[in-house]
C-alpha cells in the first residue's frame, strides 16, 4: 500500500433528479466533490493512506466536506478551514437525447482566493509516494498557477511522483493560457492523463488526421521524456444515458486499451475520469502491468457510472470482481 | 412574436411513479394539462403572447390550473370558473413491455357542461394571428359540436388563422360522429395536424397501401384547399421505454420530414404531440421555412419526452442549441 | 377454478433504491416474498382458491406478512405463528452492467426452525387440486428434508397433484444432498421446473454439449416417468438492466418455446421465475394447451420484471391482454 | 366473535403533504376510506367476520379498494362492480392553526348512482350480528332514502340488530331532508351515533342551554325507545395540531364518559368517529361493560389520530394495552 | 386595487428537512424568496397589480426566479438580467429546543454588485400607489445606500406612497451606518415597519425601560412627522416550533394591537414579517380601519407560518375566513 | 484532549416514518447505532481520540457500520470482521400517544456470538484515559459475563479510568444473574450511570419512599468507594413526542441536577442517554466543574432528540452555544 497526497477544490454539487429540469426542482440532491478529492477517495477505498489537502470555509458545509472525506478514510489534517464560501455548481441532470447542463458558481471560494500556500509544506509530501493533482487548480487564479508550480517542485524535492490530469476548461482560463503554464509544469510531471485535444491545443503537437491516441501519446513523451505514462479516457456519447467508454494507457512506448464497456442506463458521470485515474494510480502503486492497471482503471470508471455522486464506491476487491463477473447477474 | 388564443379543457393527471401499478401506488403524482394548454405554454415559452380560454372551478384545483399556467406566462383573463369539477385522468405510467395505462374520469367538468360560449367573443379574437383548438373539444357534447364551429367562425371573422389538430378519440364519440363534425370544420381551418387514419376514417379518403403519409396529405388537401399545412409525428414504439419519433409537414404540395429521433427511456410522453404542434405554430408565426419548422417542431417534442409533466419546459434558444448539438453531452 | 396449496418460506426483502449502493443507503425498501409465496399470489390474482401455509414470528413483521398475503387474496389459515424471527434479505440492486447483491440473513427464521410439521395434515389437502413447494424448502435443514418428502407423500394421498420447483441453491446445501433428496422426492412429482443444470448437476445426467435443453427434459422423464410436465425459463443476462427471457415447457414427449421477450429496463427481477411457475400452472388448472401455457407464463414473467416487489401484479385478463397487445402502447 | 355487515360508499382520498397547501403540491397521497368501510375494517381488526356492501366501477381504481379491503381481511363478496366513476375528494391537511380544507369530488359515482339495491339480499344478513350504515347514505340520492330503509327493514327481517351512525352532512341534503328520513328509519335502530345538534336540529328536541349530552340522549330514547345504545365523541379542536377526544356513551338509562384523551400532534384525524363507533360495536358485540366498552372506543378512536389513513390500524391486544399503559414510553 | 412596485434582492434558499442538520442532508429543499419580493407575492395574491424590481443571472437559475414570480402573477418586466450570480443562503431547520441556522452566501450576487439603477426610472413609477423596499437593499453595498436614497426620491416625485421596511442586519452593516443612511431616508417614507430595536439603535431614541412599543412609535413619528403609520410583530420564541405572534400598528397618534396568534407547529417562519406588511399595505390601499388592518396583516403573517416557502400562499378571501373561523376545524 | 475506548455491540436500526406503523411501511430508515458506539462518536466530535472496539459481519452491512464511524473520525482499527450477521432492531416510532415500539433482531449477532478477547488487549488500553463499556454487553451470553469483567481488569491495569452504563435490559437477562455480575464488575468502576431502579433491583439497596435520586448514589457510592461519579437523566415522559428531561451528577458527595429541558416535538430519542454519557465523559476529560458537566451533558441529550439517528450530531461548541442561547431562536 502506498501513500498519497491529492490536492485541489472540493465544490458542493446541487443536482437534480432525472427527468426534472433545475426550473421545475423543488429539492436538490447534494453532494460533495472534486477531481482530486475523488481521486483521494478511489485510493482509500483502495487502502492507501491517503491525504487530501484543501481549504473550505469555517461553516456547516465545510463541515460536511470534513465529514464526507471522513467517511471515506481520506485524512483531512491539511484541509484547512477559513474564507468565505465553498464553490458550488449545479447540475441538470440529463437523461437520453437531453444532454446534462451545469451552472457553476465557483467564484470566490475560500480555495480559490488562496493567495499562498498555506500548508506546512515541510511535512505535507513526508514519506509521500504520489502527489497528484490536476489543471483546473492553476486555472483558478494567477496565484493558483504560481503555487501549482511551487507545490511540484516541493513535491519533487521531497522524492514524490507528481501526478497530473490536465483536465482543461474553458470556462476557467484560455487554451493559450493554460498551454504556456502546462509547458512549465509538465517537465515535473511522472504520470499525466491527457488526450488528443490536450495533445494538440495546449502543448502545440500538430494534428495528424490518420493518426490515433497512440501517436499523440508518443509526441507528448517526445517533448516531456519525464513522462513515464500517459492515460485517459476515450468515450462515445450515445446518448445522455448510453456511453460507450475504453480506458487507455501509454507506457514504456507501448499503447493499451481496456475491453469496451458498454454503459446502459448512466447513473451518473460525473467522476468517472477521476474513478480512472484513481485506478491507474492504483496500478501504479501496486505494480501491476500496464494491461491489468488500464483494465482495473475503466472498470472503476465504468463502475462509477452506476452509483450517484461523484465518487467511487468500490474496493478493489469489488473492482476485480466485476473485471471477473461483470455480467449484470445476481450476486448471492 | 405573435399572438394566440388556444382553448379546450385543462385536467388533472394523476399518474404512478414507474414501476409501481395504480393499485400499489400509495402517492400519485400531480400534473396539470390538455392539448390546448399544452400547446398555449409551448408558446409562451417561444416568446409569444399566448391567451388559454378554458372553464375551470371555484376551488383549489381551478386555482391550481391557474397558477400552472401563469407559471409559464400564459394569460388567463379568458379562464372562466364556475361548473362543478375538474376533469381528472389516472396515468399508469408504462414502462419497457408494459403499456401505460389510462382510466379517465373526465365526465360532468366545468368545460364539458358549457352550454353557451360564456366568453366574450367581441374581444377573445382582437389582434389574434392565430386561434387553436383541437377535437378532444367538440368530442366532449353536442353543444360543444356547435361551439367549436362557433368559435372557428367568429375567429375567421376576426382575421384569425385557426389551427385544428384532429386528434380523434374512440372513447369519446364515433368516427361517423367525428367525421361529419370534421367536415363541417375544415374548411375553417389553415393549419392541421391529422395523420393517415384522420385522413382514411374521418375524411373518408380511400385507403391505398401502397401509399405513405405524403399522399394523403395531398389528398386531404384537395378536399380542404383552405388548409395551408398539414403536419403530425409518426411514432414508432418500439416500447413503452423507447420510440422513435418523426416529425413530418405538408406545406404548398411538398412534404417534409425531420431527422429520426430515438428516445431512449422515456421519461414521460404525454403532451409530446402537443409540443410538436407548438413547434409547428412557432415556425409559422415566425416565418421560418417548412424543414427549419419540422426540424425545430420534432426537436420540441423529443425534449418534451425527457421531462416529467405534460408541457414543454424548453424556451426557443433551448431547442434550437438541441438542434445543432443534441447528443446528451454535458453543456458546461 | 381449482384449488392451490403452497408451502415454504416468506423473507422480508431490504432492498436499496436503483443507484444507490447499500453503504450508501439511508433508507431501505420493504417488500415481503418467497418462492412459494409469490406462487401463490399469482394464482390467486388469477383467480384460484390459493392456501399459503408457512410460519412466522409473532410481531409485527409476522403480521405484515399476513396482511401482505391477505391483499392478494391468499388464505392464511394455515399461517402459523411462534418462532424467533423472520427470514430477512437485502438486496443492492443492480443497474447496467454492475449486477444486483444479495446479503441473506435467514438463519434462525420461525419457519427454518421447524422440526414438525405443526399443522394439520389431515385437512390441509382436502379438495385440493395442486400442492406446490420448492427445493429451497428441503434446503433448509435437515428435519426440512424429511418433511418436505412427508409432505408430498401426504400430498399424493389426498390426491394433489405435487409441483416442484427444483431452486438448486449453492449457499445452503451442496449438489450431493440436493441430489440424494430429489431423487427421493421427485417420484411423486407431477410438474417439475427444472433446467438443464438440475439435470446435470442433480439428477445425474450426463452432459451431452450437442444438446439443448429438450434433450435434458427427455432424459428427466426417462428417470422420472410420473412427471407429466417439464418447465423452466431461458434468460439471457445482457446487463443487470436488459435481459432476455424465453419461456419453455416440456409435456407429452413435445417441447414448447414461448415467444422472446426483450425486458429493458428491468425494473425488479425477484420473482420472476415464480410469476412464470405461476402461470404454468394457472395453464394446468385451466387445462389450456401447452403452446397457450407457455405463452401465458412467460408474458406473466416479463411484466413482472416491470413492477418493484416480489409479487406478480397481474389479472389474468391484463396478462392475455398483454400477450395479444403487449407493444408498449400507451391503453387509454 | 361476531358477525358483521356495513354498507356504503368507498371514496378515494387525494391529500397533500402536511405543510404544503394543495395548489403547491407536486404529489398527493392516495387512501381509501369512507364510514361503512372504515367501521368494517376496525372490527375485522378485532377479529371479527366482517362484510363491507358497496359498488365501485369496473377499473384499477376499483381493484385497489377491493385490496385494501382484503388487507384488513374484510369480505368483498358483496362488493359489486360497474358504474361509471369512484368517488374522490381532496384533503388538504391543516396544521397549527390552519383548518383542513375538503374538496368533494363524489357526484355521479357507482355508489352514488345506484337506483336499485343490487345485492343479494336473501342472503346478505344471514347470520349477521349487526348491520351498520351511516346517514351518508341515504344523504346521496332520493332512491338511497328508499334504499336505506328498505335495507334496515330486511336487515331487521333477518335477525339483525341495526347500527346507524347519524353523520349529518349539510352539503349532501338539508336539515329538513335528514330529518324526516331520520324520523322514519330510527325506529328500526338498535345502536346510534349522535350527538346534541343531531338531537336538536334532526329529531326536533328543543335546546335546553343548562344541559348536556345525557340529557338529549335521555330526549332521544323518549323519542325512540327501540334504540338501546347512543354514543358519540366530543371532540375539542385546539388547534389543527391538537384536540382533546372524550367518548360518551348511555346505555340502559345511564351515560358514561372515557378517560379524556389530549391528542397533540394529530397524524391524521379522518376516520376517527369511525374507529370509535369500531370499538363501540366491538364491546356490543363481545357483550363488554358500557365502561370497558366507552373506554375501549375511545382509545381506538385515539391511536387513529396517530396513523396516516382513513382506518385504524390496531388490534384489540395492541387498543388493550394502550388503555393499560398509553404513555407513549417505548415499547420493548 | 392598487399598483405597487417593490424592489429589492431574490436569493435561492436551500433548506434542510426538519429533523435534519445541514451535514446529515442528502438533499436540500429549494425556494425562491426575499423581503420585497414576499411583498410582491402577498399583494398580488390579494389583486393587486404588483411589479417586482431586481436583477437576477441569466441563467436556469434567474430563470427559475422569473416563473417564482409569474406563478404568483407578479410582474417581471422590471426584473433584469445579468450578472455573475443568483444569491444564495443554506437554512438548516430548526426544531424544538434547536434553533435554525442560516449560512449566508450572497456576496457577488447580479443585484447586489449593481452600480447604477439600470431600470428605466421615467416609467418605474407609473401610476404606481406603493413603493415598497427594505433596509436590506441599501446594506449591501454604498452605491446601493446612494441607489436607495435616489429609489426614494423618484418614487416621491412621481406621485408615490414610500414604504420602508427597516430590516436592520448586523452581518451586512454597522449600526451607524445604517443609522446614518435611516436619517437620510426617512424623510421620504410614508409606511414604515421599525420595531423598539430600531427606534433605540438606529435612529437615537433613548430607551425608557418603562415604556412599550407605542412609546417608541410616538417618538418616531415626532422624529419623522412624514410617516403616516409604523407596524411591527411581536414574537415570544417559546421554541424553534413553537411561537407566539402579536402585530402591532400605530396610526393617526393611536396605537393597536391584534389578537394573539399561538403558532405551533411552525412549518416554515422565513417570511412571517413579509407577509405582515404586505396584509398592512393591503389594508391601505384598501382603506381598511386600522384594526382591521393589523387583525388581517396579522393573521396573513400567522398563516405563513403553516406553510413551506417564503411566501403567502393565501388569498385575502382565505385571510378573511381565517380571521372568523381560524380554529382548526376542517373547512368541508 | 482525551483518548477513550468504548467497546460494545453496534447494530442495524430499521425505523418507520412518523405516523405510519411498521405493518404499513412499504421504506424503512437505516441507521447504526449502539449505546458504546454512540458514546464514542459524541467524544470524536468533541475533539477526543475515540477507539470503538466491536466485531461486524464481512458484508456490505459490516462496511456501512465502519463508514458510519468513519465518517465521525472514529477510529475502527479494533472493529473486527467476521461472524454471521448484523445485530437488527426494528423502531415503529411513537408520535403522542401512541409508544414507539421495537422488536429486536439481535441474536446470533458477529458481536454477540463470540467466545473469547479476539483484541489484541496489550495495545487496547495503551495510552487510554477512559474505557467505557455498558450494561447491554455482558447480558449477551455468558461468555460475555467473563470478558466483561476481564475487559475492566486489563483496563485497569493499563491505568485507564473505567466508565459503565448500567442499562439494565429484561429482555436479555434476570434481574438476579444482572446483579450478581455487576456487585463482580462495580470494583472496578471509576464513572457509573446508574439509577434509582439499578439501585434498588440490582444492588440490593432497599427502598425508601421518600428518598430521591441523592439518597440511591449516596448509598450506592457507600457500597462501592471507589466509584467517584454516578450520573443518570430523568425523563417525564408527556407523550411520544413532549418529554422533559433532567441530568443529574452525583460527584464527591454532593448531588447535581441540571435545568429542566422540555422537549417538544421529539425527532428521535434513541440514543439521548449515551449523548448523555458522552457529555458527563467530556467534562471529565477536560475537567470541568461538576455543575458545568452536568449543564453540558443534558444540553448535548437535549439536542440529540432533535435529530434523526441514533448519535449525537454537534460539537462541542455548538453544545456550549445551545446552552448560553438555546431558545429557539434563528441563528444567522
Aim: proline share 2%; with cysteine.
Amino acid at each position: 500500500m502506498g501513500k498519497v497526497v491529492t490536492l485541489g477544490e472540493i465544490m458542493l454539487r446541487l443536482s437534480t433528479q432525472s427527468g426534472n429540469r433545475l426550473v421545475q426542482s423543488d429539492s436538490l440532491q447534494a453532494h460533495y466533490g472534486g477531481g482530486e478529492a475523488n481521486v483521494a477517495i478511489s485510493l482509500a477505498n483502495y487502502g492507501h493512506e491517503v491525504v487530501f489537502a484543501s481549504k473550505v470555509p469555517n461553516t456547516a458545509l465545510g463541515e460536511a466536506v470534513r465529514k464526507h472525506l471522513w467517511r471515506y478514510h481520506v485524512d483531512t489534517h491539511y484541509l484547512l478551514t477559513g474564507g468565505k464560501r465553498l464553490g458550488t455548481y449545479y447540475l441538470e441532470t440529463g437523461i437520453g437525447e437531453r444532454a446534462a447542463s451545469v451552472i457553476y458558481d465557483r467564484a470566490g471560494s475560500s480555495f480559490a482566493e488562496m493567495k499562498v500556500l498555506e500548508w506546512d509544506l515541510a511535512t505535507l509530501f513526508d514519506d509521500v509516494d504520489i502527489f497528484h493533482i490536476s489543471g483546473i487548480t492553476p486555472a483558478l487564479s494567477k496565484p493558483w498557477q504560481t503555487m501549482t508550480l511551487e507545490l511540484m517542485k516541493q513535491a519533487k524535492k521531497a522524492g514524490c511522483k507528481v501526478s497530473f490530469d490536465c483536465n482543461y476548461r474553458s470556462k476557467l482560463w484560455s487554451l493559450k493560457e493554460a498551454g504556456q503554464l502546462f509547458t512549465q509544469i509538465l517537465p515535473y510531471v511522472d504520470y499525466c492523463s491527457a488526450g488528443k485535444l490536450d495533445a494538440v491545443n495546449l502543448l502545440g503537437i500538430s494534428v495528424d488526421s490518420d493518426e490515433e491516441l497512440a501517436f499523440y501519446y508518443e509526441k507528448m513523451q517526445e517533448h516531456f521524456p519525464n513522462i513515464q505514462l500517459f492515460y485517459s479516457t476515450k468515450r462515445t456519447v450515445r446518448s445522455a444515458s448510453a456511453n460507450q467508454l475504453i480506458g487507455t494507457l501509454w507506457y514504456n512506448h507501448q499503447y493499451y486499451e481496456s475491453a469496451i464497456h458498454e454503459i446502459n442506463p448512466i447513473v451518473d458521470r460525473v467522476g468517472a475520469g477521476d474513478a480512472f485515474a484513481g485506478g491507474i494510480l492504483h496500478g501504479v502503486l501496486e505494480q501491476m502491468t500496464p494491461r491489468a492497471t488500464v483494465d482495473f482503471a475503466t472498470a472503476a470508471a465504468a463502475l462509477k457510472h452506476t452509483v450517484y455522486g461523484d465518487c467511487n464506491q468500490f474496493s478493489k476487491e469489488e473492482v476485480a470482481d466485476f473485471l471477473i463477473c461483470g455480467s449484470g447477474k445476481i450476486i448471492r
